[in-house]
């Protein structure tokens, strides 16, 4: 088990209801926890066009989760 | 003029005489520029405003990225974008971006780069508020649980 | 708005922000802009300033209907185009291209198509005066007859 | 033989030495009075990118010429 922060933006934030939380989590990677986060949050759909920063970088999916970690979660974006 | 940041958030209108001002170099022919504007409607919604969210720390890194690449690929001379943040009206630029080249073809191609990348890389979501009085987040469908 | 010539010839410095102002368009979600602007060197020859001819009448007529075709091609909601004549100093707009459109695609390549057939189409003449003191018409290696 | 006008522009007015002139030719399209015009203003060249209008309408080097036409003769473009 590892501590991680996760944050929320924007329709995400306002589905789970939350900007942020820490928890102590299993999961290895993004994809991983956000599947454990849809349990907590269960408006949250699939994250099919969603985008995953690590302590902000643009991250992949799979990317290893590290104790201490800050995951960004990001809905679909619509800039432009 | 160097020292304008080519990626900028702002939270009031843009000044797009100013960003014309920093793009200005006698070595380039050719200056093109690209303006997003709010439309009174998308998807057959009639919208009245909209509501920009952006996390500037990571919207401004993953900008610059964008520029940088297009400055490379394109040979392009200079590039800047501005994207605003926050509430915005109806014919309000919600971004701008230009590109200057010594030849057309390049500032044209980088100038369409740029903006493609933008808006499916940054961390910026659009919030419509319609004249129905519902407001919601743009490309969200899928954002929510179906059985909810 | 709707009461501005789509093409003009302009013998002062071109008003940018008055273009942009006569194209906003609320039903417009893209804004694509072109810029012709006086570079300093020409085939690696160093110019210091330029003189642009304009056969009035018939630029405007053929640039109107080039506005036209751009419009229908890529389904503009509308298309600008302002062109200097006279003498115009390094870093002067030598033409501007706007186009308006719901959607970007269409507003960039309706813009493009413009200013490729601007240069091809439109009877004008770029002189340009060289640092060396010489004065040249751009395009016109094979105007004159090589035996004299 | 039939009476045409003809206006020379930018590099051509400066090979000429005339703006317009006035005068009688056999020639029945503007490529054939181009090139007669040749005969009397030797720094001519040829005309490969040049463009032609007729009375004021952009024309096509093989189109007939009539009485009383203005023949344009513009040297190669070089706006925007």
Request: aromatic share 8%; charged share 25%; glycine share 6%.
């Amino acid at each position: 088990m590892k501590q991680v922060h996760v944050r929320w933006f924007a329709a995400y934030r306002d589905l789970t209801g939350v900007e942020s939380e820490t928890l102590d989590t299993e999961a290895t990677t993004p994809a991983a926890l956000f599947d454990e986060l849809k349990g907590r949050h269960p408006r949250l759909g699939a994250r099919h066009a969603a985008l995953v920063a690590i302590n902000d970088e643009m991250s992949d999916w799979s990317s290893p989760l590290n104790p201490g970690d800050t995951v960004l979660f990001f809905p679909p974006v619509s800039g432009g | 003029m160097n020292d304008t940041p080519l990626f900028q958030v702002s939270a009031t209108p843009i000044d797009i005489p100013a960003i014309r001002q920093a793009m200005l170099d006698t070595d380039c022919g050719a200056y093109a520029q690209f303006e997003g504007w709010i439309r009174n409607k998308n998807d057959g919604r009639a919208v009245d405003r909209l509501e920009y969210e952006v996390y500037e720390p990571l919207a401004v890194a993953e900008g610059l990225r964008i520029i940088e690449e297009a400055m490379q690929r394109f040979k392009l001379k200079r590039a800047m974008v501005v994207h605003r943040s926050g509430l915005l009206e109806l014919g309000d630029s919600a971004v701008v971006v230009a590109a200057t080249s010594p030849h057309r073809d390049e500032a044209f191609k980088g100038c369409r780069y740029i903006i493609d990348e933008v808006k499916v890389r940054l961390p910026i979501w659009k919030k419509e508020h319609y004249a129905s009085g519902e407001r919601e987040w743009v490309n969200c469908q899928e954002c929510e649980n179906p059985r909810n």
